[in-house]
């Protein structure tokens, strides 16, 4: 009976509703119009239930990239918070805070002023994009467009060298199961194009990851109206030395989002990231924005900080492009990706329109996407900032030794000097080094001698990780309950739904479990998996030889694959679940 | 080798339980602006007619019906995305304030028009055991009698062979194993089968059928008035509706006083709910 069925085929196949292949969509269906004659097919597979369903972000985004890939979304309705009126980077200790002035962070932290920025819950969004889509298409007749949410690529389908479809549904029948494209688009934030950057060894520096944890409150009727304010900062909670920051955005109807990025890179074997945003919400200033306030969605998603460095030698192989946080778009120092992303997306639908006309899917044709993607004005800032990583990389005591030192004179006197001038004092030649060679690379020097190697997260865990520095992550006791969720709790804010019993994440071997379990506890620390989790999914069982195992409550997942970046044995890989079961963060 | 089955599901779009539009102050239902989603007992039925067509014999084939307004179109295409093969909706104003009675009576007309179109009677028919929005459990047996099918309700579990239908049936305080001659109609229980996720080639149908001509469309959705099943308009609606709601109230508050605690440990979510329940403490203390 399958072999009467014609095969599943699209001549365009976008691996992720996300915000660049929304836009590659949204783009060719303006080339296409103008050339009814054209015809062709694309079909938008999307692992979440709903559109914008597992999409977590901050976001404020420059509304030009809007205005060029979207003229009319003032028009359309597309959905804003707010528009950025004044933006602070602000340093947090564990008591006060202090924002940098104004004329300081436009000098040394250009890239965090954020006036006249829209602000943006980017799941909404790209939910308004999904149905701006569906409207467009029903006027170009000469496309036709097939959505697909609830329906993850699985696997990469070759034929020979080149990407030929994805593996999607799961009957056991091939027919009824793959996807089959002329070119596929991945703007999956690397869920399947892991596998393509590998197969094709498109690797340069390994992506630096870091995990973004998020909350969304609902504001007290008499609280301080926050709406377009944004802040950044730097310090408390993340103080054992790790990159990271907070970020807290007013929204319209007395509402904000705040979150914590923390950089995957780290020693710390024990993150805690949903922790560290509770300490976050514990500093005094937070407490008093959080009075009487109600927590309404929770969520976490991973970001590439590898920036320039880390990206792949080609953005492009034969039958297929890789978009967005997949190709590692983030410029971390500005905390902004959707402009890049949406970018990637506008570029990629002229260069898919190009091929689709001389049916020519070769990386020499799709070539042009990387060369014009490169020279995109988009792109300044990102080759500009490309050594903020490495600064952090190469002179560790910034973060870990002097830092602290800074916020406590922020805590004693309420302004950051002394602790400058006493990290000087302590240690001139060291400090003053450091400090040189890392304003060189943050103010984007040319030229920069020594390499600075990148390694992957999981390679920098540290069973002997210094115990001390953990304990800088906790702040005090003095702070409301109600502001204050633990990760079983928060769960219930991310609103995972799983029909059967899940599956999604493998575990390769359990014996390596077991190995590094023993490693962990020797030291009276938990297993990276567990204690990293954004959610309550991993945990250790007692087997019946009354020996510890891991063991995983899958239906908690929230899909963002921080366990398997940094589990430090690489022992487990998440794949999307099926039927669109996984969190529901629209809101968020 | 089961011989070929035709198969019915009967289904009904009710006001979506997961949304808040629609819900007035007074706890009444505004349907027009009520979000709308496929009557969650029917999500069963429509499980247990894919499972019998895969019971049947190659050429068995699946027909969703359903009686409402013109979005419950809606439904019907859920039911092609799961593998339905065609589907029809009766639709006319004359039907409105239907009771039980009354739209057993339309269904059937539905049903015999169906019967005759697709060249023979059904085999099986499910139903869900009730709606969301009735609750009366009736319409599914009113239909077997006037059809006269072999009617087996609450059924959890079923297989078929010989022409005859293996049901184990919940009853009160224990289960029931019946067999039962086709034609039979079953009414589902909601410990059956979860209705599973769509397929891929479903969901790529149903957005091809969608973009078709109108009458590529009807060869899959077909829409019929009571003239075109050959119902008499005197024993539909509220003509054909003896049941008579003389009034409705309030019993007392129902749900007046009722607190969610949720979201927080299970520690804390006891002391709050103690916190607030005196009669609680009472309670307890006894
Ligand atoms: C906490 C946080 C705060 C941020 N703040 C900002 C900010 O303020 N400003 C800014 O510009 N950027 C910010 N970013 C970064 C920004 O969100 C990303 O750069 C941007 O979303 C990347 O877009 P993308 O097109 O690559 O797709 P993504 O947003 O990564 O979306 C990927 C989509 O693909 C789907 N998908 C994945 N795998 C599959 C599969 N196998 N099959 C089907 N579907 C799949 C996912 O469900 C998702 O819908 C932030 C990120 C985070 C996590
Ligand atoms: S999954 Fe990784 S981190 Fe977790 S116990 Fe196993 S080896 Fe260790
Ligand atoms: S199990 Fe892994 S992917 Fe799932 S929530 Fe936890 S860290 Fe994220």
Redesign the interface.
Request: charged residues 40%; positive net charge.
């Given at each position: 009976m399958s072999n009467t069925k014609p095969r599943i085929e699209y001549d365009l196949v976008l691996v992720g509703a996300s915000p660049s292949n929304l836009t590659l969509a949204h783009t060719i269906l303006g080339l296409a119009e103008k050339n009814p004659e054209f015809k062709f097919s694309i079909a938008i597979l999307e692992k979440a239930h709903d559109f914008g369903g597992h999409i977590v972000s901050g976001a404020v985004v420059h509304p030009s990239i809007f205005t060029k890939a979207f003229p009319d979304h003032i028009k359309d309705g597309m959905p804003i918070e707010a528009i950025c009126k004044k933006s602070y980077v602000s340093l947090m200790a564990y008591h006060e805070k202090w924002d940098i002035p104004s004329i300081l962070t436009r000098a040394a932290a250009a890239d965090f002023v954020k006036e006249g920025y829209y602000i943006l819950t980017l799941s909404n969004v790209v939910a308004w994009m999904a149905e701006n889509l569906k409207a467009k298409a029903a006027q170009v007749s000469n496309v036709k467009l097939d959505l697909f949410p609830g329906f993850p690529a699985m696997e990469i389908i070759y034929e020979g060298d080149k990407v030929a479809g994805l593996r999607v549904d799961r009957t056991g029948n091939d027919e009824d199961d793959i996807v089959y494209s002329k070119l596929t688009c991945f703007g999956d934030k690397g869920f399947l194009s892991k596998d393509l950057i590998k197969k094709y060894d498109l690797e340069t520096n390994p992506q630096i990851w870091s995990v973004g944890v998020k909350e969304t409150w609902q504001l007290a009727e008499d609280s301080e109206n926050i709406e377009g304010k944004v802040w950044h900062t730097l310090g408390y909670p993340t103080l054992d030395g790790t990159l990271g920051g907070g970020f807290i955005y007013g929204l319209k109807n007395r509402r904000v989002t705040i979150g914590l990025v923390i950089s995957l890179d780290s020693s710390n074997p024990n993150i805690h990231p949903q922790k560290q945003l509770q300490e976050y919400k514990k500093h005094p200033w937070l407490q008093k924005m959080l009075k009487g306030a109600e927590l309404m969605h929770y969520g976490a998603a991973v970001l590439p900080e590898g920036g320039y460095a880390s990206l792949p030698k080609k953005f492009q192989v034969d039958g297929a492009l890789i978009l967005g946080d997949a190709l590692g778009l983030l410029d971390v120092k500005a905390l902004a990706g959707v402009d890049k992303a949406i970018e990637s997306g506008y570029i990629a639908a002229k260069v898919a329109y190009e091929a689709l006309k001389a049916n020519d899917f070769s990386e020499a044709k799709l070539s042009k996407y990387q060369s014009s993607l490169m020279a995109s004005p988009y792109m300044d800032k990102f080759k500009e900032n490309r050594y903020f990583r490495k600064a952090f990389i190469e002179n560790p005591e910034l973060l870990r030794d002097y830092l602290p030192e800074v916020l406590s004179s922020i805590d004693q006197t309420k302004a950051p000097v002394l602790g400058g001038l006493k990290v000087g004092v302590q240690n001139p030649f060291k400090a003053t080094k450091a400090f040189l060679r890392s304003a060189s690379l943050l103010n984007n020097a040319k030229e920069i001698k020594e390499e600075v190697v990148y390694k992957p997260g999981y390679q920098h865990i540290d069973p002997n990780f210094n115990k001390v520095l953990m304990d800088r992550c906790h702040g005090g006791d003095d702070f409301a309950k109600t502001t204050v969720y633990s990760r079983e709790d928060a769960v219930f804010y991310a609103n995972t739904r799983y029909d059967e019993h899940p599956s999604h994440i493998d575990e390769f071997n359990s014996d390596t479990c077991l190995t590094c379990i023993k490693t962990y506890e020797a030291k009276s620390l938990d297993v990276p998996c567990v204690s990293d989790c954004t959610a309550e999914v991993h945990r250790l069982d007692i087997s019946s030889g009354n020996i510890k195992v891991h063991a995983m409550s899958l239906e908690n997942c929230v899909q963002c694959r921080t366990c398997e970046l940094i589990c430090p044995e690489q022992n487990l890989r998440v794949n999307p679940a099926y039927a669109g079961a996984g969190p529901d963060f629209k809101g968020l | 080798m089961n011989k070929d089955l035709d198969i019915y599901v009967l289904i009904k779009q009710v006001p979506d339980t997961r949304s808040k539009a629609g819900v007035n102050p007074d706890g009444t239902i505004d349907r027009a602006k009520a979000g709308k989603m496929l009557n969650p007992f029917d999500a069963f039925a429509l499980q247990a007619g894919l499972n019998a067509k895969k019971m049947g014999g190659?050429n068995s084939r699946l027909f969703a019906v359903t009686m409402g307004p013109p979005p419950a179109i809606d439904i019907l295409y859920q039911t092609l995305e799961h593998g339905a093969d065609a589907t029809c909706i009766l639709s006319d104003r004359r039907l409105a304030a239907s009771d039980t009675l009354a739209t057993a009576y339309a269904l059937c007309r539905t049903l015999e028009y169906l019967f005759k179109k697709n060249g023979r009677k059904a085999d099986l028919i499910f139903c869900g055991l009730q709606t969301t929005d009735g609750d009366t459990a009736q319409v599914g047996p009113e239909i077997s009698e006037r059809l006269d099918f072999t009617q087996v309700t609450y059924c959890e579990d079923f297989s078929i062979s010989d022409n005859l239908l293996h049901a184990k049936k919940i009853i009160e305080g224990g289960t029931q194993l019946v067999s039962a001659e086709l034609p039979a109609l079953v009414t589902i229980a909601n410990s059956y089968t979860?209705l599973?996720?769509?397929?891929?080639?479903g969901?790529?149908f149903v957005?091809d059928v969608k973009?078709a001509s109108k009458e590529e469309q009807a060869k899959y959705v077909e829409i019929i008035d009571l003239d075109k099943c050959e119902a008499d308009e005197m024993r539909c609606g509220l003509n054909g509706s003896p049941t008579i709601v003389s009034k409705t109230w309030k019993i007392g508050v129902v749900g007046g006083n009722c607190k969610m605690h949720?979201?927080?440990?299970a520690s804390?979510l006891v002391s709050e709910v103690f916190k607030d329940a005196v009669m609680l403490k009472e309670f307890v203390k006894i």
């Open positions: - | 190659p979860k599973k996720f769509k397929s891929l080639r969901a790529q957005q973009r949720q979201g927080k440990a804390e």
